[in-house]
Every structure is written in C-alpha cells, then in structure tokens.
C-alpha cells in the first residue's frame, strides 16, 4: 500500500515496538499518531519524532475514536499498528493452594484482546470511508500476538490466551473486512528487547537471549518495525500471523 500523504494510528507507540514502529513510518513522510496512556512518554516521544499523541486507553471507545480521528484530521487513516498490551503472572493454583487470581486474568485479557477487537473495529471503521489507492486498498491493520499464543510458559496462562485470541482473530477479521479492501496481519514477537524486560537481570537477558538459536539475542524493536513496513508495502499479506522470533520454541517454564 502507498503511504504518500497518509495518516498512521500506532498504539502502544510511546515505548518499546510502538515507538520504533511511529519512529520508522514518520522517517517515511507518514504522517503518525501515536496513542498511549495518560501517564506514559507519548507527547514527549511524539514531538521528537514529528508526530501527535493522543492519549487513549485502546479498551475505551471514546479514547480510540478520538485517537482515530485526531488522525484523519493530518491525512486518510490507511495505517493502524497496534501494540498496546499487558503482560503479568497468573497461575491457575497459587503457591498457598488458592485459585488464581481472576482479576488479573480479566485485565489482561481486557486490554490485549478486547482492547485488539476495540481498536481494530473502529480503525477499520475509519479505513472504509477511505476512497481506494492506486493498488485498490483502503488500509492495513497490523496487530501484535506473541509466540506465547503458541507456547505460553507456566504463569503466562494470562497473557498466553489473550495473544492466541488475537491469532484467531486476525484470519476472520481479515476475511471480514476484505470486501472494503483492508488487509489484517498479526506479527508474534519472540523474546525482545523492550520495556517489560528492563526489570530483567543481565544474567537472565543472558540466558534468554541464549535460548534464541539464530540470532542468538534479544530481538530489537527495530526488527518489528521492519517487518511492520513490509506487510503495509506488500498487498499480498493478508490474514497471517508472523513468528518474528529467531526460530524460538518457548519451553515450559
């Protein structure tokens, strides 16, 4: 899809993946919003990089309409790149013997997959009042799983379903929105080197980063954002989730 003159909504986009992703596609000319908690780096991160933050919670509809459409305000929204989401253990019985905890399960489960579906419906919304480019696409949704969608360790039970539903989803919403010329593709990040790892210890960076067979590291947000601007150039990617993870199986724990 040509971006020339575009608009971009990443979320997540103040840290981490959704940073070099805002950062990557505002190089390229788009014109990029990035949308992140109240709280974070986004206004700060936004006017280094030469974009507009909107601060949005992706689980609240009003958040993500305005984010939406502060977009549209600097070009057609043709691009979304979400990758707000949440990690934390939860396990099924705890260490006393109690049942886990449900509340944490919810909240992860709200924010990675409802706060996904969220998003992704009201950015598809916008996309489809798009006139067509000159490949016929109104737009491309890129969404962010992980490889515990296929693998998930013991304590990630969370985290784990909550990404393999947004596998799930990405081939059905890709069907569903092929008649207004959308294309959805999921990338599964391995093990990479972002915020939520900053509380890691150089042995265990170590130690991950020696799980990986080839490259054996951490992955970097910049891989991300690669493979980001090759699903939105390549028209034929469409309904696929991607391992982007150095050949990484997860064991058990």
Do not use: W
């Not at 449900?102 to 409802?114: F, G």
């Not at 784990?160 to 593709?185: H, Q, Y």
């Not at 799980?211 to 309904?239: C, D, K, Q």
Request: glycine share 12%; proline share 5%.
């Amino acid at each position: 899809m040509k971006t020339e003159g575009s608009s971009a909504l990443v979320t997540g986009g103040a840290s981490g993946l959704g940073l070099a992703t805002a950062r990557r596609l505002a190089a390229q000319g788009v014109k990029v919003v990035i949308a992140d908690l109240p709280g974070s780096d986004g206004e700060r991160v936004a006017g280094e990089i030469g974009a507009r933050f909107a601060p949005a919670d992706v689980t609240v509809e009003a958040d993500v309409q305005a984010a939406c459409e502060l977009a549209a305000t600097l070009g057609p929204l043709r691009v979304l790149v979400h990758c707000a989401g949440r990690g934390g253990p939860v396990r099924l019985v705890d260490k006393e013997g109690n049942p886990g905890s449900l509340e944490t399960y919810t909240d992860i489960v709200r924010i990675n997959l409802i706060g996904t579906f969220n998003t992704l419906r009201i950015a598809a919304a916008h996309m489809a009042r798009n006139a067509p480019d000159a490949e016929g696409e109104r737009g491309v949704c890129i969404l962010t799983a992980s490889v515990a969608a296929y693998e998930g360790q013991i304590g990630q039970i969370g985290y784990a379903s909550s990404k393999a539903g947004v596998v799930g989803m990405t081939i059905v919403a890709a069907r569903d929105l092929a008649s207004k010329a959308i294309r959805v593709c999921t990338i599964a990040p391995g093990i990479f080197d972002t915020p939520m790892l900053a509380r890691v210890s150089e042995d265990a960076r170590k130690t991950l980063s020696a799980s990986v067979p080839h490259p054996a590291r951490l992955g970097t947000p910049a891989e991300y954002a690669l493979l980001a601007e090759h699903i939105i150039a390549n028209p034929m990617l469409n309904g696929e989730t991607i391992r982007l993870d150095g050949a990484l199986r997860m064991a058990p724990r």
